[in-house]
């Protein structure tokens, strides 16, 4: 009776963490059709980024788009320019905090870039990052961008 009971707790004990534990890894979103939500519209920014897919970058930037960084602020086109010198060797995105207001997400979360821009290294991060992506008919397009060092210390 004493090895029937075990052996019951030993299933029941195994079949918990089983399904505690994924067996698959998340799919990452590898195109603006496979997008879900805030952090999936950043992590394929970010992939056309480092590809260097300007077009597709363009296509999902707003008009009036408006990038804040502590070197200055740039409309959509100086920001285009200032990335076109990136040379990304790695990036990582984590942190993720995603807020949902109508038709608008916003995204905040840390970056940390391993690379140059216009053959200098960039600056050590990690970086906290802000953007804010908008439904325009069936595309999102950012609005806004922010990034600030996470070393910065604010009264």
């Given amino acids: 009776m004493l090895k029937a009971w075990v052996g ?85 995105l984590g942190d993720f905090q995603v807020e949902q207001s109508g038709n608008a997400y916003i995204v905040t979360y840390t970056v940390t870039v391993r690379g140059t821009r216009a053959g200098q290294p960039l600056p050590t991060g990690p970086f906290r990052a802000m953007t804010v992506w908008q439904q325009v008919a069936r595309n999102w397009v950012a609005i806004a961008h922010s990034v600030t060092p996470l070393t910065s210390k604010v009264p």
Avoid at 34 to 61: N, P
Avoid at 67 to 80: H, K, N, Q
């Fill in 8 to 92: 019951c707790a030993l299933v029941l004990a195994l079949a918990v963490e089983w399904t505690g534990c994924t067996v698959w890894r998340e799919s990452q979103p590898g195109a603006w059709t496979d997008i879900t939500g805030g952090e999936s519209m950043e992590r394929v920014f970010w992939k056309e980024v480092k590809a260097k897919d300007w077009v597709g970058v363009e296509q999902h930037l707003a008009g009036n788009y408006v990038f804040s960084s502590p070197t200055g602020v740039y409309d959509a086109a100086e920001a285009i320019g200032r990335w076109k010198e990136l040379e990304i060797q790695d990036y990582s």
